[in-house]
C-alpha cells in the first residue's frame, strides 16, 4: 500500500478558491500474467505487482512444461535422442540437430566430412532464418503490428517447403545423426535455397522500412526494457539478446565449429540494450545468414555426408544393410545397443538462433549417455525479467517478453 498527496484547487461557500490537500491510499495490485496468455509465447506465467500501471514487481513462473528431457536422454541411445532435440527451440529444430550431433561427435572424437560440416552450417543459418522470421512477426504482433507478422509467416512458409525437401518433414526435422546427416542434399535443392535468399533480402528491407523509423514502433520500443552490458553478463544471457546490450560475443567466430572460420560475416551490436536494439540485431543477423548460405553453397565440397570410417557409430546405408551382412549385423547393433562411444564428459555449445544451446554429456562407454545436462538459452535470457520489468508499465511487458524471443520448450526441458 502506497500514500501519495495530491492538490485541487475548489471553490468555497463564496465563490473564491480554496487550496486543500488530500491524502488518498492506493493499493497495489497482483495480477497474473500467463500462463494462458497470448504475450507469453507459451506456457509462461508472471506474478506481477502494480500499482497502478507502474510494474513493481515481476516474478517469472516456470515448469509448466517441465518433460525431464535430459533423464529421458540417460535411457535411450544417442540417436534415439535426437527427435527430443526437435522439441527444444522447436522453431529451429535442424540447429538443435546438429549441436546434439557436435556434441557426441567431440566424445567420440570424431571428425566428419568437410562436405557434412558444410550441410550442416547451410542447415543452421536457415534454421536461424526461420527462427528470427517467427520471432520478429510475433514481436511486432505483440505490439500490434500484424503486417509484419503476414509478411514474415510467409517467408518462414517457404523454408518450411525447403526442409521437407531435405530432410521429409517440416517441423521436427531429425535431420542430424552421429557422425553425418541422414541424407544428402536433394539434386537442385541449393538453387532453391538460393532462390528463396534473393528474395528474401528486399522482404527485409521492407519490414524495416514499416518498423524502423515507425513513430509507433519506436515509441514503443525505443528506451524500453534496458539491459546493460553488466546486467546481461551476469544474467548469463546469450545470443541477440546479449549482443543487443553491445556485448560483442557470437560461438560462431569466437569459437568456430563446423567449418565457420571459413565464411566471411558481420556480428551485429546494439547500443542502448533495449527492445529496440534487440529487434535491429535480430533483422541483421538474417542478412548475415544469408550471407553465410551463400558462401556455403558456393564452396559445398564434394565426397560423402557421413564418416565413412565410424562404422560402430554411424549405421550403413540402406543398400549396404541389403546387401551384406556384416554391414546387416552393425546395423542391428547400432539400432538395439546404440553406437560405441568410450568413457569421458565433454560439454560443447553451439551458436543458436536463441543463444548458446549447450550439452554437457557423461558417458561410462556404451551406446548410452551416463548423464546428460542441457543448457538452454531461452532459461537465462528469461532470468532477467525479474530484473528489467520493474519499472516498466503493463503494457510494456508485452514488448519485453518479445523482445527477449524464448521458447518455453527449451526452457523447461
Request: hydrophobic residues 40%; charged residues 25%; contains cysteine.
Amino acid at each position: 500500500m502506497s500514500t501519495e498527496t495530491t492538490e485541487y484547487t475548489a471553490p468555497d461557500s463564496g465563490g473564491k478558491a480554496a487550496t486543500a490537500a488530500q491524502e488518498f491510499e492506493t493499493e497495489h495490485l497482483a495480477v497474473s500474467m500467463g500462463p494462458s496468455h497470448p504475450s507469453t509465447h507459451g506456457v509462461l506465467r508472471l506474478n506481477l505487482e502494480l500499482d497502478g500501471e507502474i510494474v513493481k514487481m515481476c516474478d517469472p513462473v516456470l515448469g509448466y512444461l517441465h518433460r525431464g528431457d535430459e533423464k529421458i536422454a540417460e535411457n535411450m541411445t544417442y540417436n534415439q535422442f535426437v527427435p527430443y532435440t526437435d522439441r527444444l527451440d522447436y522453431l529451429a529444430p535442424l540447429a538443435n540437430n546438429a549441436a546434439y550431433a557436435m556434441a557426441v561427435e567431440k566424445l567420440a572424437n570424431l571428425e566428419v566430412p568437410e562436405r557434412c560440416q558444410a550441410i550442416r552450417v547451410v542447415t543452421s543459418e536457415l534454421a536461424r532464418i526461420s527462427a528470427h522470421l517467427l520471432g520478429l512477426g510475433a514481436y511486432t504482433m505483440d505490439v500490434g503490428a500484424l503486417t509484419v507478422f503476414m509478411i514474415t509467416f510467409t517467408e518462414r512458409e517457404k523454408l518450411y517447403k525447403l526442409f521437407e525437401e531435405l530432410t521429409g518433414a517440416r517441423f521436427t526435422t531429425s535431420y542430424s545423426r552421429i557422425g553425418g546427416v541422414v541424407r544428402d542434399m536433394p539434386e537442385g535443392w541449393t538453387n532453391r535455397v538460393l532462390t528463396f535468399c534473393e528474395e528474401l533480402l528486399p522482404l527485409l528491407d521492407d519490414v524495416e522500412s514499416l518498423l524502423t523509423r515507425n513513430r509507433i514502433w519506436f515509441d514503443r520500443t525505443a528506451d524500453i526494457g534496458i539491459i546493460s552490458k553488466e546486467d546481461a553478463v551476469a544474467y548469463g544471457l546469450t545470443g541477440p539478446n546479449l549482443r543487443g546490450s553491445g556485448v560483442d560475443v557470437d560461438l560462431r567466430r569466437d569459437v568456430p565449429y563446423s567449418g565457420y572460420e571459413q565464411y566471411e560475416f558481420e556480428v551485429p551490436l546494439g547500443e542502448n540494450g533495449d527492445c529496440y536494439d534487440r529487434y535491429a540485431v535480430r533483422v541483421e543477423e538474417m542478412r548475415q545468414s544469408v550471407r553465410i548460405v551463400r558462401q556455403a553453397i558456393k564452396k559445398m565440397p564434394g565426397g560423402a555426408f557421413y564418416a565413412e570410417d565410424a562404422k560402430k557409430i554411424y549405421a550403413p546405408r540402406k543398400d549396404k544393410i541389403l546387401t551384406s551382412m556384416e554391414e546387416l549385423i552393425q546395423n542391428f547393433m547400432i539400432t538395439t545397443e546404440g553406437p560405441d562411444m568410450p568413457a569421458g564428459e565433454v560439454y560443447f555449445e553451439a551458436e543458436n538462433p536463441k543463444g548458446a544451446l549447450g550439452f554437457y554429456i557423461v558417458s561410462k562407454g556404451g551406446g548410452v549417455p551416463y548423464r546428460m545436462k542441457i543448457r538452454g538459452p531461452s532459461f537465462n535470457n528469461l532470468s532477467i525479467l525479474e530484473k528489467v520489468s520493474v519499472g516498466a508499465m503493463i503494457s510494456d511487458i508485452s514488448a519485453i517478453l518479445g523482445s527477449l524471443d524464448f521458447v518455453m520448450g527449451e526452457c523447461d526441458r
